[in-house]
Structures are given as C-alpha cells and as structure tokens.
C-alpha cells in the first residue's frame, strides 16, 4: 500500500515503451566487481526465452499468505546453491517479484543495485509494486506463487503467475505479470524469464529494478532500474569461472534472536544472557578473531562487557556464541545489547555491528507498560495508507508469565476527517511465531478519537498469556488518520504493516522502515492473579530480587484480612523453609532470609488454606 500518488498514464505508458526498446538493444552486461556478467535471450551468446510451467510438477509448491509488500518463508532450495562467495540454502518469496536469502522486505521505491543499505542478499527478478490483494484486502482470481525443486535436486524455480500492479483505483490493481526465476546448482547459474508484462504501477521514482546483489549490499549486477521487461524474454547471470575478487568479512547475523528484536526485562529479574551469530562472510578462511558484546544504557555507558575469541571460520560457516559475563537487570530504562566482530583487515565494516533493544521494566507495579518507543512523535505527519484500508502492528513478548493483557494504547497524530479505528490483539502461535489466534477486537468511535494524544483502548476482559508473546494490530477506520513515529534509537525491529481493511486485517508484513522507525503502538500488563487471586482477594507481584543472594520479596495487596502461611521448596518438592502471619487489607512485603539455600531454582508456595500461588526464583550466591 501507498501514500496518494497522482500521474499522468500517458507519459508512464510512452516511458514503458521507450524503456522496454532500451532492454532489446542492449543484450549483456557486467562483469561486477566478483565477476558475475548477463546475457538476454537477445544476445547470440545468450539463454534461449523457455518458460517453465511448474504448477503442475509433482512436488510443486503454492505458497499462501501472499499480500501487498510482504514476503514468506523461508523455504528450503533443496541444495546448497553458490551466490558469489558463499552458499545459501533457503530463501523467501517477496510479493513484490524478488527472492531474499535473507528475512528482510523491500517495496517502492526498489533500489537500485548495488546499494549498501537496506535489503541485501537478494534477487530482484522483477521487484516491482505488485499486489495479490484487492483494496479489501481479498485474493486476486489467478494471483498465484509456486516454487519447484527438480528430483535431481539441482534446480529451483519460483513462478509468480498473473501477479498485477497495485494501483491506487477502486480495485486497487490493474495489469498482468507471469514471470519466473531459475537458480541452476549444475553451473550456478541465475535466469530470469518473463512469460508476459502488461500494465505498469503508477508509483514514480525508482519502481522497478532487476539485477543482483551480494550479502554485503557493496557488490551487485544490475540489468535495469525503471525498465519493464518484454514478454517472452529471458536473462541469465553467469556465474564466473574464475574470480580475482578476495573478500575477508566477519558479520553479526544477529543479536539474541534472528530478528535481533527487542526484549524486555524485568528489573531485578533473571540475567540477560548475551548471545550472538557471528559468519565468515567473505570468501577467505579466517583464523580465529574476537567477537565483543556489551549492554550500555542510555548515556552510552557500559553495564557488562564480554568478549570471545571464535573458532577459524572457514567461508559461509556461522559459530553461535553464548558469552560467559551475563547482563543483571536493576534499574528500569532503556538498554542496547552491542554485538561487533573485531576482525582486522573487515572488507564490510557495516555488516560488523548489530544491535538490540532492551527495555528494563519493574514488574513490581501494579500496571506495567511495554513500549518500545520514547512517547515522542518525530514530526512526520504520521502514518497512513491511502484509502483507509491498512494499519500497523508491534509484537511484544512481556518479561514474564502468566501475565495479564490490561490495555493497549496508541499516539494518533491527526484525524482530518474524523473516523475511528480498530484495535486488534493476536497471540503469536502461528507458523514461526507469526500473527495467529485472535485474542480481542476493539472499534474505538470518531468520537473517542484524540487527536495530538495517546489513546488507551482497554480490553474487553483481561487477556492471560501464559507463554509466549501477543500481537497488537491497529488499523485505520477510514482514510485521513494517522499514527505516529518515533525515530529516536534504539529502534526495536518489531513493528509491522497490517495489510488489508478493518474488517479482514489478516496480511502481516515486515514494516519497511522497521529498521529506522517504531511505530507509536504500546500495551500495558500486570502480572496475572492466580491461586489467592483468583476472585480478586489479593494480587501478588514477582519476587524481586531474582536471582537472589540474602532475601527475597514478594509484594501484594489484599482486600480484605486474611492468615497466609508460605514455603520454599526445591523442585523436587522437598520443604526447605515456612513461615506464616496475619495481614489486614492493603498492601504489604512479604519477605524472606534465603541466605541459608545454596544456589539453584526454588518454589516458593503461599496459601491462606483455600488457594494459593507460586513463584519461582534463583539464588546466586
């Protein structure tokens, strides 16, 4: 989806065929800096146009959950597959006409290759703004994806089949796209064929691209940027024979989680664990090398530093490494987890360093908030889709559980034409952690809308989470609303375009600026009544310190007087300590001398003889 565009169709469709002339008369190109050169099905010396119809192969795949700017998978090729110095051996299918070998998405504007940022490791077969949903977010009749690996498995092929242009009209697309990709394990070989190209997108700047581009996004080979390709054309990338190109890159692939998402702790909890993957992702072996990670806080100033040397890194391999030093959670605020590879002589510093944010919050409050952003909208205008039809969404995965889902709350920037919106919460126990069961919908009315403000929808009944982490979508309830942005680092990599109208918001893509932007969406939490709670006599907090070393403390507010006694057991359910007391209405600290267990994990049991609850904690002496 897109912002409002307005052009002139006549001079894109005399641009369209001036453009298309331009591919005919030039028939290859390259080398690029590795080697790599092409060759159309124009060229003497070149691949002949020989469309491959896959639908119907045995073993073929139709992918599903294809939308508007979003991409699946991953998917397995079925063989190692050599793309410039390194293997790959799955891959994602982006709506827009590209292959990714990694998770990140690209929309308009494509750029153009090679470009150091943003996406990289990809391949732009025809990476156009094209759409497999209607404007009410329905499937288009005959918009299909399949992907094949031979029985010999040496060749994939990915088809995108009557795949158009999204167009900002009152079906929301027009045109015809048929175009596949061929990835050869016999000669590593990439082709490109296009069947049939009709139509083309009313996005101007960069909205079409075709090439090639390297892990490191600094080597790449384009075909064209701003062309449409004919029909009934092939392209085919030579893998070169031999190759002078030598590369010494170490990379952080991530940061705890292949996301490098953000986390949130809770203070005076469990230690932050810091790990990482680390890849030799040059085309040398390379002897061993340090790897640092720290946790600073928010002047920049170190909390925990650890560093590790790897083992020798032969090309493409990856090594998983837990460092020793762990990070302890004490004062709530907001942290960075730092990763970097320290190798000397890095062809690609910018591949170096990742970085994750951490938010440490005190889950001994009564209401807890998770928000990844800093309350401050950036100014932009807000965010919003043309026609009202799309929204945005966070994943959070609270500190601990069982945890209570109380409100959430989003910062509306402006509402010109005075609609609502929709609040929707999804548990994330789909395929891969992905949007699934829907928790709770909400419409919040035009006339509860505050604008320049946050907005709190509280939910319907509290939502328990007893694993896991939840999805909180909003979407737009008309044109002319938008929600705000907060650019100020760190930025949590866990914000989403929810594709689609109000009613059907179910296509969840990466937001595009996920890695500048968090977007203003926030949710509010308290630990989850059980036991003594469970008709709303008493709420317990968490036990803090936790690890502990001399004491622990459970907080709790009863409505009423009643007799607690409690324990501390192993796991294994042997009794190790108790007490007991009379406590009136209000709220009190339970507390406990714990110095005397040795280190490990324990249970600790408080009943008033009818219910009860239990906490577990550690101690580190």
């Known amino acids: 989806m897109k912002k409002t565009v307005t052009i002139l169709m006549m001079s894109l469709m005399l641009a369209l065929w001036v453009n298309t002339a331009t591919v005919i008369a030039q028939t290859t190109g390259g080398p690029d800096a590795y080697g790599y050169i092409w060759r159309d099905s124009n060229d003497p010396n070149g691949p002949a146009y020989n469309w491959i119809d896959i639908a119907n192969a045995p073993g073929a795949v139709q992918v599903s959950g294809m939308g508007d700017d979003n991409i699946r998978g991953p998917y397995a090729i079925g063989f190692p597959f050599r793309y410039y110095w390194y293997d790959v051996t799955t891959f994602r299918i982006g709506s827009n006409g590209y292959l990714g070998f990694t998770s990140t998405a690209v929309a308009h504007p494509f750029p153009t290759i090679p470009f150091p940022t943003g996406i990289q490791n990809w391949l732009a077969v025809m990476a156009t703004d094209l759409t497999f949903t209607d404007i009410a977010n329905a499937p288009i009749p005959g918009a299909e994806v399949w992907y094949w690996t031979n029985p010999a498995n040496d060749t994939l092929i990915v088809s995108w089949i ?74 085919k990338f030579y893998y070169p024979s031999a190759t002078t190109f030598q590369v010494n890159d170490a990379s952080t692939v991530y940061n705890n989680n292949e996301t490098t998402g953000g986390r949130f702790l809770s203070a005076n909890g469990s230690p932050y664990v810091m790990t990482a993957q ?58 960075r987890h730092i990763n970097n590879t320290q190798l000397l002589g890095d062809a690609t510093p910018s591949n170096n360093e990742k970085q994750l944010e951490l938010q440490v919050v005190d889950t001994t409050q009564a209401s807890i908030l998770l928000s990844f952003d800093n309350g401050t909208d950036s100014g932009l205008g807000g965010l919003s889709w043309s026609g009202g039809n799309g929204g945005a969404g966070m994943h959070f995965i609270p500190p601990f559980h069982p945890s209570d889902i109380m409100s959430v709350r989003v910062y509306i920037v402006g ?63 008309g044109d002319g609303i938008t929600l705000g942005q907060n650019q100020l680092a760190p930025i949590s990599n866990r914000t989403f375009e929810v594709l689609g109208n109000a009613t059907n918001p179910l ?83 339970l507390r406990m001398d714990v110095s005397s267990l040795s280190n490990g994990l324990y249970l600790m049991n408080i009943t008033d003889g009818d219910s009860s609850i239990t906490r577990k904690f550690s101690v580190v002496e």
């Open 162 to 235: 009557n795949v158009p242009f999204w167009i900002q009209n009152t079906v929301g697309y027009a045109g015809t796209n048929t175009f596949q990709v061929i990835l050869s394990g016999a000669d590593s070989s990439i082709t490109y064929q296009y069947q049939n190209q009709s139509g083309a997108s009313n996005n101007t700047g960069s909205y079409c691209t075709i090439g090639i581009e390297n892990i490191s996004g600094n080597v790449g080979l384009q075909h064209s940027n701003n062309i449409y390709p004919p029909s009934s054309y092939a392209i």
């Open 278 to 335: 680390i890849r030799n992702s040059g085309n040398q072996p390379l002897a061993s090398f340090n790897v640092n990670s720290r946790v600073v806080n928010a002047l920049n100033q170190n909390q925990i530093t650890s560093t590790v040397a790897t083992n020798a890194l032969n090309p493409g391999d990856i090594q998983d490494i837990t460092f020793p030093d762990v990070y302890q959670p004490v004062t709530p605020g907001t942290y």
């Open 415 to 477: 509402n010109v034409n005075l609609v609502g919106f929709y609040i929707y919460v999804l548990a994330d126990d789909g395929i891969d952690g992905a949007p699934g069961t829907l928790l709770d919908s909400i419409f919040v009315p035009p006339v509860n809308v505050v604008q320049g403000a946050w907005n709190v929808v509280p939910m319907t009944v509290p939502i328990t989470l007893n694993s896991g982490g939840f999805y909180v979508g909003w979407m737009m309830g």
């Open 507 to 589: 296509a969840w893509a990466d937001y595009r600026y996920r890695e500048l932007e968090d977007l203003m969406i926030n949710a509010t939490i308290r630990s989850t009544p059980v036991g003594l709670n469970e008709n709303d006599n008493a709420y317990f907090g968490q036990i803090y310190p936790n690890p502990a070393a001399g004491s622990v403390t459970v907080p709790f507010n009863l409505t009423k007087s009643a007799d607690l006694s409690w324990k501390i057991t192993d796991l294994g359910g042997k009794l190790l300590l108790k007490g007991a007391g009379s406590y009136q209405s209000g709220e009190h600290n």
